[in-house]
C-alpha cells in the first residue's frame, strides 16, 4: 500500500543528494548569495501552486508575520547561503557528506534552547562521534587547500545549526499554530525572497546562463526540484509514513552526494573522507537509537 511513498522516499533522498553538484556548478559562474536567490524564488513557485491547491493559505495567518520572517531567516537564506558557500569552497561529495551532520546540530540547538530536551550516553556518544566526523573531513592539519577546507566546513556547519535553530522554533513557536506544512513553506520561502532580494547584488548573475549545464542544474535541478518539489514530496511522504519514516530520508542524501562526486563528476575523495563520512553517519544513527524504555 506504501509502495509508492517509499519509491518517493528514496527518490526525495536522491534529489536533495543532488543539490551538491548543482551549487557547484553554479558556483563556478555566479555568487553563493545569487545562488540562494535562484533557489528561494525557483523553490517558492511550486510550494505556492502546492498550497494553493491545498487550500493552505490564509489572510488570518498575516498576524504570525514575524514567526515567519524567523522561519525564513533561519530555515531558508542563512542555511541555504551556509550551503551554498560552503559547497563553493569543498569537493560537493564532502560537502554533501558534512550535510549528514544537520541532525547532530539539531539536537544540541535542542538540548540548548529546550528544557524538556536532555542528554543520555547514547545522544553523547552520538554528537561526538559525528563532530569526530565533521572535524577530520575539514582536516585542519592540512595545507593543501585541495584536501580540506576549514572554512568551507565552517560554512556548512553554520548552515546546519541555523536549520538545526529553526526546528526547535518551529516546534516551540510555530507547530502549536497548527498553519499546515505547505502554508508555512510558502511564508517561509516567498518571505526569504523579499528578504534575499534587498541583500544580493545582481552583478555578473547572467553569467550561469554560458553554460546551459549549469544554469539548468540550478533552475530546474537546485530550484524547482531541489526545493520546491522536495517539500511537496516530503508532505507526501510524511502523510503516508508519518513523520518519524519521513525523517530517515536525512540519511540518503550524504551517500548520494559522494556517489555523484566520485563516479559521475570524478572528484578527489580519498579514504579519510569516506572515514569521516562513515563517523557523521554512524554519529547520526546513534543519536537516533530507539532508547529501552527504561531509561
Not at 36 to 59: D, E
Not at 94 to 108: C, D, E, R
Not at 216 to 229: A, C, N, P, Q, W
Request: glycine fraction near 10%; hydrophobic fraction near 55%; proline fraction near 4%.
Amino acid at each position: 500500500m506504501n509502495r509508492r511513498a517509499y519509491v518517493a522516499w528514496l527518490a526525495l533522498g536522491v534529489i536533495w543528494g543532488s543539490n551538491f553538484i548543482f551549487m557547484k556548478w553554479a558556483a563556478e559562474y555566479i555568487t553563493p548569495m545569487q545562488i540562494v536567490l535562484a533557489r528561494v524564488v525557483f523553490g517558492f513557485l511550486p510550494v505556492l501552486v502546492y498550497a494553493l491547491v491545498k487550500r493552505q493559505l490564509k489572510v488570518s495567518h498575516l498576524r504570525h508575520t514575524a514567526h515567519f520572517i524567523v522561519m525564513a531567516c533561519l530555515a531558508s537564506a542563512i542555511y541555504y547561503y551556509g550551503f551554498a558557500r560552503g559547497t563553493s569552497l569543498l569537493p560537493s561529495g564532502i560537502a554533501g557528506a558534512v550535510s549528514g551532520a544537520i541532525p547532530l546540530f539539531s539536537m544540541l540547538a535542542a538540548v540548548i534552547l529546550l528544557s524538556e530536551e536532555t542528554f543520555d550516553r547514547h545522544r553523547v556518544l552520538g554528537v561526538v562521534i559525528g563532530l569526530l566526523g565533521v572535524i577530520l573531513i575539514a582536516r585542519p592539519q592540512e595545507s593543501d587547500p585541495s584536501l580540506g577546507s576549514i572554512e568551507g566546513v565552517t560554512f556548512m556547519a553554520v548552515g546546519s545549526l541555523s536549520l538545526g535553530v529553526s526546528f526547535v522554533y518551529a516546534r516551540r513557536i510555530v507547530t502549536p499554530l497548527q498553519l499546515g506544512a505547505a502554508a508555512m513553506t510558502t511564508y517561509q520561502l516567498g518571505l526569504a525572497c523579499l528578504i534575499l532580494v534587498p541583500l544580493t547584488p545582481l552583478d555578473g548573475a547572467a553569467d550561469i546562463f554560458a553554460d546551459k549545464v549549469a544554469s539548468s542544474g540550478l533552475i530546474v535541478g537546485l530550484g524547482l526540484l531541489g526545493t520546491g518539489f522536495a517539500y511537496v514530496i516530503y508532505y507526501f511522504i510524511i502523510d503516508r509514513l508519518g513523520a518519524v519514516g519521513a525523517s530517515s530520508v536525512t540519511y540518503i542524501p550524504p551517500v548520494v552526494a559522494l556517489l555523484i562526486g566520485v563516479f559521475l563528476v570524478g572528484e578527489s575523495i580519498d579514504w579519510l573522507d569516506w572515514m569521516a563520512a562513515g563517523l557523521i553517519l554512524g554519529g547520526v544513527l546513534m543519536l537516533n537509537r530507539r532508547r529501552p524504555a527504561s531509561e
